[in-house]
């Protein structure tokens, strides 16, 4: 079936350092790839998602890149501050099947 | 505007009993979402209804678990009886229409016992 590899598992940057975040997915039908972030004990939100007729997207600290041909996508957070530390999922969804899939989430720690 | 609310927010039981998870969207989004998550796995889609009909119910572990939105507002898991390995956090989520953003509630915490 369809699914999402995401890594690293755990990443742990000093404050000010860039964090990457990298995904996979399965179904090249998939067409929108949405990142969520969930602080401790709060719900997944939504950070930023990038359609598959766009190969990059960027709000101010934090970028997405969309390789299809690869079927690769992946996070990018610069300046990193603590308040970025979290869990950060990424998901593809597919309009032929009208589902998102999630990868296995990623907890990145941002020290001071 | 309310955010996607569930209820409850923590439960623990024992093996063998019932517990229902309760689900109220964000008004107006016909599509909602049911996902599971055990710790350090993934965000585990569960199944989807758009209103009142169950358009994809493909990630439903088991006949223990049993979902209805009737009347096409807020939604119940139940899950009966429950096994040790129902233990993990179950989020809803809803959208508006298909292949836009979807967004979460908190959650309820299901630990077995």
């Known amino acids: 079936g369809e699914n999402v590899e995401q890594h690293p598992s755990t990443l742990s940057v000093q404050e000010g350092d860039s964090a990457v975040i990298k995904c996979t997915y399965s179904?090249?039908?998939?067409?929108?790839f949405p990142w969520y972030k969930q602080e401790l004990g709060k719900r997944p939100q939504l950070i930023i998602d990038i359609r598959s007729n766009v190969g990059e997207k960027k709000d101010q600290r934090i970028a997405v890149t969309l390789n299809k041909t690869a079927k690769h996508f992946s996070l990018h957070i610069t300046e990193t501050q603590p308040e970025d530390s979290a869990v950060y999922f990424c998901a593809a969804f597919t309009s032929g099947t009208y589902k998102y899939i999630f990868g296995t989430g990623t907890r990145l720690k941002v020290l001071a | 505007e309310a955010g996607v609310t569930q209820f409850p927010s923590h439960s623990v039981i024992e093996k063998g009993q019932t517990v229902t998870l309760r689900c109220d969207p964000i008004?107006?989004?016909?599509?909602l979402y049911w996902y599971r998550r055990v710790m350090g796995k993934e965000i585990k889609f569960l199944l989807h209804?758009?209103?009142?009909?169950?358009?994809?119910e493909s990630g439903m572990p088991n006949n223990r678990f049993l979902a209805e939105r009737t009347g096409g507002t807020y939604s119940t898991l139940k899950v009966q009886p429950a096994e040790l390995e129902d233990s993990g956090v179950y989020f809803c989520?809803?959208?508006?229409?298909?292949?836009?953003?979807?967004?979460f509630g908190e959650g309820s915490w299901l630990t077995v016992v």
């Open positions: 008004s107006g989004h016909d599509n």
């Open positions: 209804f758009v209103k009142e009909s169950k358009q994809d």
């Open positions: 179904d090249s039908a998939s067409n929108y």
């Open positions: 989520a809803s959208s508006q229409s298909l292949g836009n953003t979807i967004y």
